[in-house]
Nanobody
């Protein structure tokens, strides 16, 4: 069992930056694939970024602006977001895939989720 807790969300002006954190507790492993998704009201939860032991993957909408990283010693995954846009406004969720060896952009591949953290970007 693992538990995920996100933090770092908030209100920021367009063009600003935020860093989200996801702390993992329980039976953790550096081999787990970690990801960030986001969701706005009335829309499906969408893939943002993922990180494996050696690689990263990004949605086209955030490529070049967001960076996912992990600190295995601290059991934490980060999402550094720069040049934020109003359309980045969403609840951001951290997720873990404990079984796969390749990164997936599908929600169904991830078995445990955090409670989410709100990011609001004002224009």
């Amino acid at each position: 069992q693992v538990q995920l807790v996100e933090s770092g969300g908030g209100l920021v002006q367009a063009g600003g930056s935020l860093r989200l954190s996801c702390t993992i507790s329980g039976r953790t492993s550096s081999s787990y694939i970690m990801a960030w998704f986001r969701q706005t009201t009335g829309k499906e939860r969408e893939f943002v970024a993922a990180i494996s032991r050696r690689a990263t993957s990004y949605a086209d909408s955030v490529k070049g602006r967001f960076t996912i990283s992990r600190d295995n010693a601290e059991n934490t995954v980060y999402l550094q977001m720069i040049s934020l846009k109003p359309e980045d406004t969403a609840v951001y969720y951290c997720a873990v895939d404990r079984l796969s060896v390749t990164m997936s952009r599908q929600r169904g591949s991830y078995d445990t989720w955090g409670q989410g953290t709100q990011v609001t970007v004002s224009s």
